[in-house]
């Protein structure tokens, strides 16, 4: 897809009541159920341990998450990360970029 293309999609949060998101100062950690190979399985029924991912995010990663709200653009986000961030998140393109990908990736957001 050309990137003038990407930047005017809208990224949106997957509607699934198993993704829980906690807002604590104003950081959200986004939680969600594990994903388990055949042998992450056997592990886990043999020693157990936690079946819920937690994933921290940053005041950068928050801004982002917070704006996957199906109404701004992957332009509108970059913008919006660089005019609160400016240095701090340079190259603010990159940076979100990675971070959708990573979402996409995790099945957490979707691109309308």
Not at 2 to 27: E, F, Q, R, S, W
Not at 56 to 80: A, Q, R
Request: include cysteine; hydrophobic fraction near 40%.
């Amino acid at each position: 897809m050309k990137k003038n293309k990407i930047l005017l999609k809208k990224p949106a949060k997957i509607n699934n009541p198993k993704i829980k998101c906690l807002t604590n100062k104003g950081i959200v950690t986004i939680s969600y159920p594990k994903e388990f190979g055949k042998i992450e399985k056997w592990v886990y029924n043999r020693i157990g341990g936690s079946d819920i991912v937690k994933r921290p995010l940053d005041k950068y990663t928050t801004l982002i998450w917070n704006l996957c709200d199906e109404m701004h653009t992957v332009k509108d986000i970059i913008h919006e990360l660089d005019s609160k961030f400016g240095e701090e998140v340079a190259p603010a393109d990159k940076r979100v970029q990675l971070f959708l990908e990573k979402l996409l990736e995790l099945n957490l957001i979707r691109l309308k």
